[in-house]
């Protein structure tokens, strides 16, 4: 229960903060049990425009301050890395961006980018279909992809 606590703290902290570093630091001292927060990790399960950019962009900013970020993309997100004549996306109006190529972004920056393969089957797309640097899951569990010390954030 301390953990669940410590880390939707450590969520709030990374959202309400526009400063990465200040979060990152923060996230360094108030970790639970002890733990360094080792990276990133967002769990897309959207590919509605503003709900991926801010996400997405949330990353782009945590690997510019040097965080390392993993993006798990689950759900509807998954539509965020098929390539653009597969499935078209919208621009969003404030960054004039499609949520795709702040993705390709995130990527060239280091990201870790995973997608559900169940979720991209039961969307009706093929791993063909995906753009680059973009992997499948095909472990066990999600929990074997975060750490203890991960500061996980959903959108």
């Known amino acids: 229960m301390h953990r669940l606590l410590a880390a939707l703290y450590l969520a709030l902290i990374c959202v309400v903060m526009p400063n990465t570093t200040w979060a990152t630091e923060n996230a360094l001292e108030s970790a639970p049990g002890g733990c360094q927060p080792d990276e990133l990790f967002i769990n897309l399960l959207s590919d509605e425009t ?15 301050a040097e965080y390392p970020v993993t993006i798990l993309l689950g759900m509807e ?4 890395a098929l390539r653009e004549d597969v499935y078209v996306q919208d621009v969003f109006a404030q960054t004039g961006l499609k949520p795709r190529e702040i993705l390709e972004t995130v990527l060239d920056l280091g990201a870790r980018v995973i997608v ?14 995906l753009i680059e640097d973009t992997r499948l899951y095909l472990g066990g569990p999600a ?6 010390s991960t500061v996980q954030l959903a959108y």
């Open 143 to 148: 929990t074997e992809i975060l750490h203890c």
């Open 50 to 64: 503003w709900r991926a950019n801010v996400a997405l962009t949330k990353a782009r900013q945590s690997l510019e």
């Open 77 to 80: 997100g998954v539509r965020v």
């Open 116 to 129: 559900c393969p169940d979720c991209l089957d039961r969307a009706g797309f093929e791993p063909s279909q």
